[in-house]
């Protein structure tokens, strides 16, 4: 009965080659979110989607893209990973600006 | 600017001991407030939430958290705690739209 789920669960990925995290949702919520969270440091809002409408967070890199084809699924996508950007990247949905559901999350080694 | 500090970034009880974690919160406006626990190799999940009305909040498994807005605090309180609660606690608001912010975090470690 898995709510939000993420894949891969790890993610092994060289410097500098494109990367895209999955992320499903069975909720059918309308608000899509992706963290970034490094180690020991608090999750930090890249973007969310309402709807199909795309809010980017004024600091978050350029590297980062996103993309949601429909209500159940939202692709994070990095061009090109450097070294600062291995962390856990969380995926989390909400109804309107109801609670937020968070996923496994997806820890992205960058080699 | 918003921001969320917890103050301890580590804690150690003994089973039965009682917890108070602290969170203070930065924001001039109307807020919602949440803890968050991550338990080990699992997701974050909601402990407990407020939005308005009576600001002692009860959550899960016996946690429960004070709203005073005069000291921009939100500690999260347990009269005794398990080994079962070892986690990291994340305590977190929500300004005007959909952004959260989150503190760094506290990690308790509950010795049997």
């Known amino acids: 009965d898995a709510m939000v789920i993420q894949n891969p669960r790890y993610q092994v990925t060289q410097f500098g080659k494109p990367v895209t995290l999955s992320c499903s949702q069975t909720?059918?919520?309308?608000?899509m979110y992706w963290y970034q969270q490094k180690s020991s440091q608090a999750p930090k809002l890249l973007f969310h989607y309402y709807d199909k409408d795309f809010n980017n967070e004024a600091d978050t890199p350029d590297n980062f893209q996103s993309r949601r084809p429909n209500t159940s699924f939202c692709f994070l996508d990095i061009r090109s990973p450097g070294l600062g950007d291995a962390a856990m990247y969380l995926c989390?949905?909400?109804?309107?600006?109801?609670?937020?559901?968070f996923g496994p999350g997806t820890r992205l080694l960058v080699l | 600017a918003q921001s969320v500090s917890q103050h301890n970034h580590h804690v150690i009880l003994s089973e039965a001991a009682s917890l108070e974690l602290g969170c203070n919160y930065s924001?001039?406006?109307?807020?919602?407030l949440f803890w968050y626990v991550q338990y080990p190799g699992q997701h974050l999940q909601l402990l407990l939430k407020y939005f308005s009305g009576d600001p002692l909040v009860k959550g899960i498994k016996g946690f429960e958290a004070e709203f005073i807005k005069s000291k921009f605090s939100f500690n999260l309180r347990k009269p005794s705690v398990q080994w079962s609660d070892t986690a990291e606690y994340f305590c977190a608001l929500r300004g005007g739209g959909f952004k959260t912010i989150f503190g760094a975090g506290t990690r308790l470690f509950v010795k049997a």
């Open positions: 909720l059918n919520h309308n608000v």
């Open positions: 989390a949905t909400s109804r309107e600006e109801e609670t937020q559901y």
């Open positions: 924001y001039g406006g109307t807020v919602n």
